[in-house]
């Protein structure tokens, strides 16, 4: 009997991002991984143990199978990408309803969907779906706002694990009677902030369960999730920074998303949204907010001195945040930022898109759009633009940084989490010919033209998870 072991080394090229600004590209390199899925040593071509080491390598990948895998002369690989912005309920809308203002969109539209993870097996079935294709894309580090039901939230926990999927999953409260629905809320206050110390322990214990057993499970955790400022109580609000306070844990929100959405805090605190999140003890280093457009000075400067992290989401913002995201002016003061696809106020779930219209929107906002308008005026008036490899960073090693997970970048250390690139494939040919071969324009092609149809295979934590015939 053969048995297959776990993957103990890669040979082939890897782009990455190890620094915002600059993509490296390790050319004809062997990574080598740990028991636990970890890379533990890169060797060069051209180091003094490499051929050695292949060598080595490749005996054990005959000896065992399974346990080398050599990349083709037309395969790359990218780092896993980090998607910090999820909502796993609104996946069967994807790409549907998106012509409503944020505001009647989820009254109308969204919280009867979400309302359906009521039935825990249909949330199961749903997120299940959702991490396998993002898994497809490449995504394999996913940070979830699940629904405001217990059970409906740990079914996606349980479903992202057996997917092979890294996952921080919350279950969301939206708590005030005046503002959400009868038919989906937390009952109470004091319901919303039990069932999230509940659900917090029962993602702790499946985390525990699934790590004694294998060695290379991705990991599975919990996020205190207040929806957004305008679907709580001050009094969940108070109780969900105290929860998050006490375990060191996730919390994920919205903030500053829009006129309206950035409008409710102000006339209910007299506060920004921002502000008010910090009052109730809801921005820190363990803290990702989505959105994030509408950024004062101030709200700013509070993020980068409280640590908090800014999931940008380029494709749901043309859409639902009546701006562009100023991505560079945050980055340049200091604020950590990674990328997400806001499922489905985003209708795609491919961090490639997202990739794509962070570096569009970026430069539609500092040129402006209105050609109508002069053009002294029509941009933002400071620079704006970042580059594509800028982007690529926000998707994987800054999505990485910002959650304090090791994954990201092909360093020691961090997990090997890869998604390996074929350039050839039948209609989606990122080779250009033959023409432009050097390592910034063959990153350019694969970041702007890759189909899902290029991923061949993904990686998570060492662990094969997709595998395209
Ligand atoms: N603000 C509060 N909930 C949501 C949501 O589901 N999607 C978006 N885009 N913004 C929100
Ligand atoms: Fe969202």
């Known amino acids: 009997m053969t048995t297959i072991a776990n993957l103990k080394a890669v040979l082939g090229s890897f782009f990455h991002t190890p620094t915002y600004g600059a ?29 050695q080491r292949v060598a080595a390598a490749r005996a054990a990948g005959a000896a065992e199978p399974g346990a080398y895998l050599e990349l083709g002369a037309n395969e790359v690989a990218l780092p896993g990408f980090v998607d910090l912005h999820v909502h796993a309920p609104q996946w069967p809308q994807a790409g549907v309803a998106l012509d409503e203002p944020l505001n009647v969109w989820l009254d109308e539209r969204t919280f009867p969907l979400e309302a359906r993870f009521a039935d825990a097996e249909f949330a199961y079935a749903v997120g299940h779906d959702l991490a396998r294709t993002f898994l497809s894309r490449g995504t394999t580090t996913v940070l979830y706002f699940a629904s405001a039901h217990l059970d409906g939230s740990f079914a996606v926990s349980r479903a992202c694990a057996d997917a092979g999927q890294r996952a921080i ?56 999730t207040p929806r957004f400022i305008p679907s709580c109580t001050d009094e969940a609000l108070a109780g969900l920074g105290e929860i998050a306070r006490t375990r060191d844990a996730y919390i994920q929100s919205h903030c500053n998303e829009g006129e309206w959405e950035h409008s409710v805090a102000i006339e209910r605190f007299g506060k920004t949204d921002a502000e008010a999140l910090a009052s109730f003890g809801l921005l820190g280093p363990k ?69 794509r219209q962070a570096v569009m929107a970026s430069r539609m906002l500092e040129e402006g759009v209105d050609a109508l308008v002069d053009a002294t005026r029509r941009g933002a008036g400071y620079p704006a633009r970042i580059s594509a490899p800028e982007a690529l960073y926000l998707a994987t090693k800054g999505g990485a940084e910002a959650l304090g997970l090791p994954t990201g970048s092909f360093e ?41 149809d290029n991923i061949r295979q993904v990686w998570c934590q060492g662990k094969l998870v997709i595998e395209r015939a």
């Open 412 to 452: 020691v250390g961090r997990a090997f989490d890869a998604q390996i690139i074929d350039t050839r494939r039948a209609f989606a040919d990122l080779t250009g010919f033959g023409i432009f071969n050097e390592p910034a324009d063959r990153l350019a092609r694969i970041l702007y033209l890759a189909t899902p």
């Open 23 to 51: 993509f490296e590209l390790l050319e004809h390199a062997l990574v080598e991984l740990d028991d636990a899925g970890t890379i533990c040593r890169i060797t060069r071509a051209g180091d003094a143990d490499f051929e």
């Open 169 to 224: 999953v919350g279950k969301v409260v939206m708590d005030d009677p005046a503002a959400n629905h009868d038919f989906y809320r937390d009952a109470t206050p004091d319901q919303a902030l039990a069932d999230t110390e509940t659900f917090l322990d029962r993602v702790a214990a499946l985390d525990a369960a699934r790590r004694a057993d294998d060695p290379r499970f991705a990991g599975a955790f919990g996020a205190v």
């Open 287 to 355: 803290s990702i907010m989505a959105h994030c457009t509408f950024m004062s000075e101030g709200d700013t400067r509070l993020f980068a001195e409280t640590g908090t992290v800014v999931a940008h989401c380029p494709i749901s913002n043309a859409y639902f945040a009546n701006s562009a995201c100023p991505v560079r002016r945050m980055h340049e003061a200091g604020v950590h930022i990674g990328l997400g696809t806001d499922i489905s106020g985003g209708f795609s779930p491919s961090m490639y898109d997202n990739i």
